[in-house]
Every structure is written in C-alpha cells, then in structure tokens.
C-alpha cells in the first residue's frame, strides 16, 4: 500500500523560508512526483514536479525560490521555500503517480494525474 506522509508546515514571515518533507513508503513504480498546494475555493495548483531521472520541474511563479528535491534511498521528498510571499499561503499535498505519465513537466500535469496523496500540511506566510 502506498503512503505518503507531510511534514514541516507552519508559519513564516515575508521572505523566509520553510521546509517540507513527504516521507513515502509501499512499492510503487512512478516517473513523477511533486508538491502541490490548495487554498479555499480553488483548484489544487501543481507546484513543482521531479522525474525519477532526477529532472525538476517549476511552476513560474516559484520559480527560483522553491527547490524541489528527493533521497530515494530514504524515501523522503522535499520542498525548500525561500523567499517566501503572503500569496504562497495554502495547504501544501506531496503526491505521487503509478501511471507512468508521459511528461513529468508542471505544464502538462494537473492533480488528476497523481493517485496518491498525502494529507496536506498548511504554509502560512504573514505580511
């Protein structure tokens, strides 16, 4: 059985910074992985991706602030947030996909592509 499992959310000023973690276990065979993030009201926004080549992916607007990156051999998947903004507040999903999808690039995948699915950590920025 896959699990997937988020830590490290709370809250932040402007411009600091906060990391998370999704530690992942069960076996599963994927190309992609990545973070997401959800405020009320809205669809859930794909944040950053990482292929299993090692290859990262961004959406613009995080684009040199967040890294995403992973340690296979622990199982463990992070997102670093630098420079964080107000506007970067919402409830942060780490999730996986077991399809194989053709592209592992933010601009071609939304949630409907991953099928596991963390519980969600909330990143709160203040002004």
């Known amino acids: 059985q896959v699990q997937l499992v988020e830590s490290g959310g709370g809250s932040a000023e402007t411009g600091g910074s906060v990391k998370l973690s999704c530690q992942y276990s069960g076996y599963f065979s994927r190309r992609c992985m990545g973070w997401f993030r959800q405020v009320p009201g809205k669809e859930r926004e794909v944040v950053a991706v990482i292929e299993d080549d090692g290859s990262k992916n961004y959406t613009d607007s995080v684009k040199g602030r967040f890294t995403i990156s992973a340690e296979n051999a622990q199982n463990i998947m992070y997102l670093q947030m630098d420079s964080l903004k107000p506007e970067d507040t919402a409830k942060y999903y780490c999730?996986?996909?077991?399809?194989?999808?053709?592209?592992?690039?933010?601009?071609?995948?939304?949630?409907?592509?991953?099928?596991?699915w963390g519980q969600g950590t909330q990143v709160t920025v203040s002004s």
């Open positions: 999730a996986t996909e077991t399809k194989r999808v053709t592209w592992c690039v933010v601009s071609e995948l939304s949630e409907y592509e991953f099928n596991y």
